[in-house]
């Protein structure tokens, strides 16, 4: 695609906090009268892939002002990344760690608890093998009475759960290792989700949470309301961002 129609469609745009799909084929068929349906989706497809529109959902685009979320990944979390992929590099996963969450959260805290997701079936095989070789405390799928008298007391607790179908994830290569992390979709909805797992994020820090990432990152509200779904959570998230951040989303929500 010309840079000087991608310049124009940029200047068109980029005033407004969303635009539809219909919006951009307008602007197309002015350019190109002639221009086809098959041929519009593959200008959304190289649109989204370049970066220059980010969509908020099914049919709804915004310029991409916003970066694309990228935290930084401890030793601590490699070092384990290591073992996990040196094991089960076949086998989908996820680690994350919620100090993360000190970017978004208004107080810092100095409670950290590291995250490994991992498909259901290799669980345990998971549990064993860091059990071995790793000296933090783990906790595999913790009940609430676990989190209350065990995980809330230790300094090192790494949590293993169950990976949900079709989360977001996404692969990074951090010094030659292959390393999985949730989106920040994912995140968002499973902090809200495990309120007793993240217990020291929730009540006015969640809304803080939510806001500041939000309004910081580009976020696909699809992939963040279908992960929801799945989880159960999806019209409770909506409702908590319509209450708490309703100029933010309302263009998505409504």
């Known amino acids: 695609m010309p840079k000087i129609i991608e310049n124009k469609l940029i200047e068109e745009f980029k005033g407004r906090e969303s635009f539809t799909r219909q919006d951009l084929f307008e602007f197309y068929r002015h350019l190109e009268p002639d221009l086809k349906e098959g041929t519009f989706g593959w200008r959304i497809y190289d649109l989204k892939n370049k970066n220059i529109i980010r969509s908020l959902k099914r049919g709804l685009y915004a310029i991409s002002y916003k970066p694309k979320y990228k935290p930084e990944i401890s030793q601590e979390l490699i070092k384990l990344a290591k073992k996990v992929t040196y094991k089960f590099e076949d086998t989908k996963h996820c680690l994350w760690e919620t100090k993360w969450l000190n970017e978004f959260s208004q107080h810092q805290t100095s409670k950290k608890i590291i995250l490994i997701d991992i498909e259901k079936n290799f669980i345990e095989s998971l549990y064993y093998e860091l059990k071995d070789s790793s000296k933090n405390e783990l906790f595999l799928n913790p009940d609430d009475k676990a989190i209350e008298f065990y995980i809330a007391e230790s300094e090192h607790p790494v949590v293993i759960k169950k990976l949900i179908t079709r989360s977001p994830i996404a692969r990074r290569t951090e010094k030659k290792l292959k390393v999985y992390t949730p989106l920040l979709e994912k995140i968002l909805v499973d902090l809200f989700t495990e309120e007793k797992l993240f217990y020291f994020l929730h009540g006015s820090e969640l809304i803080n ?45 409504e």
């Not at 992939?223 to 998505?252: C, G």
């Open 209 to 253: 949470i939510y806001e500041n990432a939000i309004s910081k990152y580009a976020i696909n509200f699809t992939k963040l309301f279908s992960y929801a779904k799945r989880r159960d959570r999806e019209q409770e998230i909506k409702q908590f961002m319509t209450n708490h951040m309703y100029y933010l989303v309302k263009d998505i929500i």
